[in-house]
């Protein structure tokens, strides 16, 4: 069964510092993977998604991720963090049955110290 | 830009009242989805719609229906609420199947069931 995992439930880093945050997937067919951004009492919103286009993919707000198929990973990356970054992330891939479901990782929090 | 907009932000009911939460969009979409999302479980899905009239259960659809009587609208029923169904949730919508296209989320309706 498809999967995607988050290492780490909560990041934390100083202002102006790199963010990384992990996204791996299981999947036995070439994925769809979405990264989405919610912040605090509002709905999710997405920041990238990956189409096969290309392996390095750049979103909102300075966020890029970069599709490795032999770590089966997607993880995301900002070279310097903003206060306003601050938020839950969310990492999901799309799953083809009979309907186009989306599975999501379980997020992960993270908090920019000034 | 997709507009999904759910009714309420917040929603305070009592145990075994039948609870209605509304949700539309703005883009013609076939696909909508409502999620209830919970401290360290995610967003699990509880049902889904692909077309008026259609609804598909999702992976917890236990204590609830849908209804999906124009393209545009999908609500969520609890036909009788229960403390446990306290949480957040989220509606969602996406073009028809075979589009990588992302899901497009409300800004959620936070219930509480006293």
């Known amino acids: 069964a498809q999967s995607v995992t988050q290492l780490g439930s909560h990041v934390s880093v100083s202002e102006g510092a790199l963010v990384l945050l992990r996204c791996n997937y299981s999947?036995?067919?070439?994925?769809?993977l979405f990264w989405y951004v919610q912040y605090p009492n509002q709905g999710l919103q997405l920041l990238l998604k990956y189409t096969s286009a290309a392996t390095l993919v750049k979103g909102i707000n300075g966020f890029e991720a970069e599709f490795k198929k032999s770590e089966t990973s997607f993880h995301l990356t900002k070279p310097s963090a903003h206060m306003s970054d601050a938020a839950e992330y969310f990492c999901a891939v799309r799953v083809k049955t009979s309907y186009d479901k989306v599975i999501f990782g379980p997020g992960t929090s993270l908090s920019v110290i000034p | 830009d997709v507009k999904v907009t759910q009714s309420s932000r917040y929603l305070v009911k009592r145990t075994g009242e039948k609870v209605f939460l509304e949700c539309v969009q703005d883009m013609d979409h076939e696909n909508m989805f409502w999620y209830r999302q919970d401290p360290g479980l995610g967003l699990r899905l509880i049902y889904f719609s692909y077309d008026v009239k259609m609804k598909e259960k999702g992976d917890i659809p236990e204590g609830y229906s849908v209804s999906r009587e124009k393209k545009e609208r999908f609500s969520l029923i609890l036909e009788s609420a229960s403390t446990n169904q306290t949480s957040m949730y989220l509606c969602?919508?996406?073009?028809?199947?075979?589009?990588?296209?992302?899901?497009?989320f409300g800004d959620g309706t936070r219930l509480s069931i006293l």
């Open positions: 999947s036995s067919v070439p994925p769809y």
């Open positions: 969602a919508s996406s073009l028809g199947q075979g589009n990588n296209q992302p899901q497009h």
